[in-house]
């Protein structure tokens, strides 16, 4: 059983900083790719960032690009999502997902974790 667990979320003021993390199990860590989602009250789950199998490639949604960075570490199955220059249009639940290695590129990840609140202040 794949299991992905957020935690890291919580309430800031714009501007501030929040480092996401997503720690899973029951996979092969370092042949999976993962992403992170995020839905805003009202919204649609929104893409946000993915980190390939080996690290050697990521992408962003354009709106978070120069302020997020993805990253993993396969000695601790953990997968980062560092959040910096948080704007109030960042607030959302975000949740960590993951897959096999060629979903990188589609983005259809199967295995999602519970979520984590994020919620930016103005």
């Known amino acids: 059983q794949v299991l992905l667990l957020e935690s890291g979320g919580g309430s800031v003021q714009a501007g501030a900083s929040l480092r996401l993390s997503c720690e899973a199990s029951?996979?092969?860590?370092?042949?999976?790719?993962f992403a992170w989602f995020r839905q805003a009250p009202g919204k649609e789950r929104e893409f946000v960032a993915a980190?390939?199998?080996?690290?050697?490639?990521?992408k962003y949604v354009d709106s978070v690009k120069g302020r997020f960075t993805v990253a993993r570490d396969n000695a601790k199955n953990t997968v980062y999502l560092q959040m910096n220059s948080l704007k109030p249009e960042d607030t959302a639940v975000y949740y960590c997902?993951?897959?096999?290695?060629?979903?990188?590129?589609?983005?259809?990840?199967?295995?999602w974790g519970q979520g984590t609140q994020v919620t930016v202040s103005s």
């Open positions: 029951g996979l092969t860590f370092s042949r999976a790719a």
């Open positions: 980190i390939s199998w080996n690290g050697a490639e990521t």
């Open positions: 997902s993951a897959d096999t290695p060629n979903i990188f590129y589609s983005n259809d990840y199967r295995f």
